[in-house]
């Protein structure tokens, strides 16, 4: 069965610093493939956040159930003095 996640984000080609927006998770559980690899991030409400990255393009998704994930595109800022973008996890 297929997991749906109300919250979810793709993103695009860029080097990322991840952060949490609020309380860090409790647990964290990986898992490999040969497609990707993924990290499963539980918190104490029993909520998750899935960052997952494709191996074949380098690209991530963002799959939670949370609350939003804000991109803060520093990499596609021209202006911006710092080239890494931020992802916030609800």
Request: hydrophobic share 35%; net charge negative.
């Amino acid at each position: 069965m297929a997991e749906t996640y109300p919250y979810e984000l793709r993103l695009p080609l860029a080097p990322y610093r991840f952060e949490w927006a609020g309380e860090a998770a409790v647990d964290c559980q990986t898992h490999h493939t040969d497609s990707f690899s993924e990290e499963r991030y539980t918190h104490a409400d029993g909520t998750v956040v899935v960052i997952r990255n494709y191996l074949a393009d380098g690209s991530f998704r963002v799959m939670s159930d949370r609350g939003d994930i804000e991109l803060i595109d520093n990499a596609g800022d021209q202006s911006s003095p710092n080239t890494i973008s931020v992802v916030k996890l609800p």
